[in-house]
């Protein structure tokens, strides 16, 4: 009688094992819930006159988290879209890349602008500036960050460009691509 107990036992914990392998294995292939939560965070850097890294890698279709901080020592700004237009009275994109992201934005010490392009005179002043923007900006002061939660759309791809427009900061070379396949 202690040899079947023992036997039986014995079948109910490989029973129990195999269960939980089973288990254990459907759970590592993928169910629809685990692909759907996964999140590529991407972090950019901005600094005096660079963006770091200054290129972003992004695919059609994935959910993209990315954080922008302002690691230098005066507020910085940051667009990006196609169709650059940097002339004297005139900064930003003709295609705004955040309008077709519609990203969820959170944060610390950032500014979000929705900005449009006016008819205003050069030297007419919109808070302070003589310089008419094309496109959304995010702002951020030193030692802030934003985070832009989004899915990239398949409408996206394609090679898009990234700067500050601030006076003097483009033309040194704070910009970037963001390269979507």
Same mark, same amino acid.
């Given at each position: 009688?202690?040899?079947?107990?023992?036997?039986?036992?014995?079948?109910?914990?490989?029973?129990?094992?195999?269960?939980?392998?089973? &288990?254990?294995?459907?759970? &590592?292939?993928? &169910?629809?819930?685990?692909?759907?939560?996964?999140?590529?965070?991407?972090?950019? &850097?901005?600094?005096? $006159?660079?963006?770091?890294?200054?290129?972003?890698?992004?695919?059609?279709?994935?959910?993209?988290?990315?954080?922008?901080?302002?690691?230098?020592?005066?507020?910085?700004?940051?667009?990006?879209?196609?169709?650059?237009?940097?002339?004297?009275?005139?900064?930003? $994109?003709?295609?705004?890349?955040?309008a077709i992201l519609k990203p969820r934005v959170s944060g610390q010490g950032y500014d979000l602008e929705q900005l449009m392009t006016t008819n205003l005179d050069p030297e007419e002043g919109v808070e302070g500036e003589t310089v008419n923007r094309l496109s959304q900006e995010v702002d951020v002061e030193p030692g802030g960050h934003v985070v832009l939660d989004f899915t990239v759309p398949q409408d996206a791809k394609g090679m898009w460009r990234m700067g500050c427009f601030l006076p003097g900061q483009y033309e040194s070379g704070m910009y970037g691509a963001i390269l979507i396949e």
């Open positions: 009688m202690l040899m079947a107990t023992g036997q039986v036992l014995g079948r109910i914990r490989a029973t129990g094992l195999a269960l939980a392998v089973v &288990a254990l294995g459907l759970l &590592a292939t993928g &169910a629809p819930a685990s692909a759907a939560s996964k999140v590529h965070r991407v972090t950019l &850097a901005m600094r005096e $006159f660079a963006l770091q890294p200054a290129a972003l890698y992004l695919k059609a279709g994935e959910r993209v988290e990315l954080v922008i901080q302002n690691r230098g020592a005066t507020e910085h700004e940051w667009s990006a879209g196609r169709g650059l237009v940097d002339v004297p009275y005139e900064k930003g $994109f003709r295609t705004d890349l955040l």
